[in-house]
C-alpha cells in the first residue's frame, strides 16, 4: 500500500519526508519577524490549544535570494526553520507549517521534513460576488483567512451588478444612496464605505493577497441606471431565458442576466467610466482594475467593441492594469496590455478560446476560471441545498481537481496564462456558513491547480482526496463548516 501522503494543500514543489523522531511543539518557542510570529501564533493556538513564547524551537525569518513568493521549510527533532524569500514565502512556509501539525499520542509534533517551494502561476485567486447578496466586512475578512491558508494572494470583488452598487464614490455619491439597498430575493442590500474598502485591501494585504475590484460594464448595470437613468438603455428584455423581468427605474432582485446596457453613443456614460475608475484607482494599491465586459446580451457586437475599447483606455490611462471576461476579447480595440479572463468550459463549446487568444494577441495575460471546474458557485452534489447547475450540471470535487490550466485554450502559450482564479457568484449565498459550503473542500482543487507543478507523483486525484481528508481537523479546528463530501476519505 502507498504511504499516505502528509495533508499538505497545495502540494509543495519538491518535499523530502525524513526518518527519525518528531518535533514535539509542546514547549517550543518561537523566534520570527513579527508578522510571521502573529500569524504562526494563531494558527498554532487554533490547531492544538498551545501558546508559543518567545524563545527557541522554532525559527521564521526572510532571506533574499529564492523566487518570489518561495520559502523552504526544515523540521528535525531539534527544531524548525522556516525562510521566505520574502514576507509572502515566508506567510506561505507558516502556512505549511500549520498543515504539518499533528497529534502524536499525547502530543502535538511536526514530522521531519525538508520543502522547498514556490507557486507555479503568480496570480492565484477567489472571487466574490457582493452585489447579488452584499457580504459585509467581517465576513470578506474570513474569506481571505480562509483563501490566504491556501496559497491564494487574489480577491476579486465583483462590486456592482444589475442588483446593487456596493462601494460609496465621493465623485458618484448617488449610486449607493439609490442602488444598494437590495439584493437578490428583496435581502436586505448594503455597501462599503470608502473606510470599510480600504479596511480591506490592508487586511488582504497583511494577508499577502491584493485586491482586484470590479464594476462589472457596459451590461449588468441596472444598478447604475436608477442612480443615473440618462446613460442607461431601457431593459432588454427579450435575451432573458430565466429569471424575473427588470422593471426600469425600480430596484432588481431577480438573477436573470444579460439585459442592462449603459448608452454606448453617449460622451455622459464616458464621463462616468473616469470618475469611478479615477476614485477606484486612488483607493486601490494593486495593479489590476476590472471593468467586467461580461454578458452584453443586448449591445450589438460594434457597440460593444466601442465601449470596450473606451473604458480599456480610461483603465490605462490611469495607470492600471484594465482587466475583462473574456468577451471583451473580441474588440480589436482593446487596450494593449489588458488581462482577460475566461469564463468558459474546460472543453470549449464557443467562442470563448478565441476571444481569451485576443488578449494575447493584444500583449495581455488570461487568467482561467474554467466555469465547469472552479466556478465555486455551482452545486458540488446533485442534491446540495446551495448552488446553481448551468455549468455541466454539479461540479464534484474530483472534477474542480481534474483539470490543467495550459490545455483550456488551444493556441495559448503558458506565458501567456497569468494564473488561475475561482469565482463564488451569490444568486444563492447570503452567508459565511453558506460561502463554506460551497467554496469548501473545491477552493482547495483550484489553490493545488495555481499553485502546484502540472505533474508529480502527488498530484493525482487519489492523492488530493486523501490530502483533503486530512486537512478536516485543521479547517474545522478553524472555524471553517465545510461540507463533508463523500468524495473525500475525511481523518475525524
Ligand atoms: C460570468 O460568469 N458572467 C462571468
Known amino acids: 500500500?502507498?504511504?499516505?501522503?502528509?495533508?499538505?494543500?497545495?502540494?509543495?514543489?519538491?518535499?523530502?519526508?525524513?526518518?527519525?523522531?518528531?518535533?514535539d511543539l509542546s514547549g517550543a518557542g518561537l523566534s520570527a519577524d513579527p508578522d510571521a510570529a502573529t500569524a504562526l501564533r494563531s494558527?498554532?493556538?487554533?490547531?492544538t490549544g498551545l501558546d508559543l513564547p518567545d524563545g527557541d524551537g522554532i525559527v521564521l525569518t526572510v532571506q533574499d535570494g529564492g523566487p518570489a513568493e518561495s520559502y523552504v521549510l526544515e523540521a528535525?527533532?531539534?527544531?524548525?526553520?522556516?525562510?521566505?524569500?520574502?514576507?509572502?514565502?515566508?506567510?506561505?512556509g507558516v502556512q505549511t507549517l500549520g498543515q504539518l501539525i499533528r497529534r502524536d499520542g499525547d502530543r502535538w509534533a511536526v514530522p521531519p521534513v525538508r520543502v522547498e517551494d514556490a507557486p507555479r502561476f503568480a496570480y492565484r485567486g477567489v472571487m466574490l460576488d457582493v452585489a447579488r447578496h452584499f457580504h459585509d466586512v467581517p465576513t470578506v475578512r474570513a474569506y481571505i483567512d480562509r483563501a490566504a491558508s491556501?496559497?491564494?494572494?487574489?480577491?476579486?470583488?465583483?462590486?456592482?451588478?444589475?442588483?446593487?452598487?456596493?462601494?460609496?464614490?465621493?465623485?458618484?455619491?448617488?449610486?449607493?444612496?439609490?442602488?444598494?439597498?437590495?439584493?437578490?430575493?428583496?435581502?436586505?442590500?448594503?455597501?462599503?464605505?470608502?473606510?470599510?474598502?480600504?479596511?480591506?485591501?490592508?487586511?488582504?494585504?497583511?494577508?499577502?493577497?491584493?485586491v482586484v475590484p470590479e464594476f462589472d460594464m457596459p451590461g449588468h448595470t441596472h444598478a447604475v441606471s436608477l442612480a443615473y437613468p440618462g446613460i442607461a438603455e431601457a431593459p432588454v428584455t427579450d435575451v432573458i431565458t430565466e429569471g424575473?423581468?427588470?422593471?426600469?427605474?425600480?430596484?432588481?432582485?431577480?438573477?436573470?442576466?444579460?439585459?442592462?446596457?449603459?448608452?454606448?453613443?453617449?460622451?455622459?456614460?464616458?464621463?462616468?467610466?473616469?470618475?469611478?475608475f479615477a476614485e477606484l484607482a486612488e483607493l486601490t494599491p494593486g495593479p489590476w482594475l476590472h471593468f467586467g465586459g461580461?454578458?452584453?446580451?443586448?449591445?450589438?457586437?460594434?457597440?460593444?467593441?466601442?465601449?470596450?475599447?473606451?473604458?480599456?483606455?480610461?483603465?490605462?490611462?490611469?495607470?492600471?492594469?484594465?482587466?475583462?471576461?473574456?468577451?471583451?476579447?473580441?474588440?480589436?480595440?482593446l487596450a494593449p496590455g489588458t488581462v482577460g479572463q475566461y469564463w468558459g468550459f474546460v472543453t470549449p463549446v464557443d467562442a470563448a478560446p478565441q476571444h481569451a487568444r485576443g488578449f494575447a494577441d493584444r500583449g495581455g495575460r488570461v487568467v482561467l476560471s474554467p466555469a465547469d471546474a472552479v466556478y465555486l458557485d455551482m452545486?458540488?452534489?446533485?442534491?446540495?441545498?446551495?448552488?446553481?447547475?448551468?455549468?455541466?450540471?454539479a461540479t464534484s470535487l474530483e472534477r474542480a481537481y481534474s483539470w490543467e490550466p495550459a490545455d483550456v485554450v488551444d493556441g495559448l502559450p503558458e506565458d501567456a496564462i497569468l494564473g488561475v482564479e475561482a469565482p463564488l457568484w451569490t444568486e444563492t449565498v447570503a452567508t459565511l456558513a453558506d460561502i463554506d459550503?460551497?467554496?469548501?473542500?473545491?477552493?482547495?482543487?483550484?489553490?493545488?491547480?495555481?499553485?502546484?507543478?502540472?505533474?508529480?507523483?502527488?498530484?493525482?486525484?487519489?492523492?488530493?482526496?486523501?490530502?483533503?481528508?486530512?486537512?478536516?481537523?485543521?479547517?474545522?479546528?478553524?472555524?471553517?463548516?465545510?461540507?463533508?463530501?463523500?468524495?473525500?476519505?475525511?481523518t475525524t
Open 1 to 23: 500500500m502507498a504511504p499516505v501522503p502528509l495533508p499538505l494543500v497545495p502540494f509543495p514543489a519538491h518535499i523530502d519526508v525524513r526518518r527519525g523522531p518528531a518535533f
Open 244 to 276: 424575473a423581468i427588470p422593471v426600469e427605474g425600480e430596484p432588481y432582485t431577480g438573477t436573470a442576466v444579460g439585459f442592462s446596457s449603459l448608452r454606448v453613443h453617449d460622451e455622459a456614460t464616458y464621463a462616468f467610466v473616469r470618475d469611478v
Open 437 to 490: 459550503a460551497l467554496v469548501f473542500p473545491r477552493i482547495a482543487a483550484a489553490a493545488e491547480i495555481a499553485w502546484s507543478p502540472a505533474t508529480g507523483a502527488e498530484r493525482t486525484w487519489e492523492s488530493f482526496r486523501t490530502r483533503v481528508g486530512g486537512l478536516g481537523p485543521l479547517w474545522t479546528s478553524l472555524g471553517v463548516r465545510f461540507p463533508a463530501l463523500a468524495e473525500v476519505p475525511w
Open 150 to 210: 491556501l496559497k491564494v494572494n487574489v480577491l476579486h470583488l465583483h462590486l456592482s451588478d444589475d442588483q446593487g452598487w456596493r462601494l460609496e464614490l465621493r465623485s458618484r455619491p448617488e449610486l449607493t444612496a439609490t442602488a444598494s439597498a437590495t439584493a437578490v430575493d428583496g435581502a436586505e442590500g448594503g455597501f462599503y464605505t470608502q473606510d470599510d474598502y480600504r479596511a480591506i485591501v490592508a487586511y488582504a494585504a497583511s494577508h499577502h493577497m491584493t
Open 43 to 47: 494558527l498554532v493556538a487554533a490547531r
Open 294 to 333: 461580461d454578458e452584453s446580451h443586448g449591445t450589438t457586437p460594434e457597440d460593444f467593441a466601442r465601449f470596450v475599447s473606451r473604458a480599456s483606455a480610461v483603465i490605462a490611462d490611469l495607470g492600471k492594469t484594465p482587466m475583462a471576461w473574456h468577451e471583451a476579447g473580441a474588440a480589436t480595440g
Open 76 to 92: 528535525a527533532a531539534t527544531g524548525i526553520r522556516v525562510t521566505g524569500a520574502d514576507a509572502a514565502g515566508l506567510h506561505y
Open 379 to 393: 452545486k458540488p452534489t446533485d442534491d446540495a441545498p446551495l448552488g446553481l447547475t448551468w455549468a455541466n450540471g
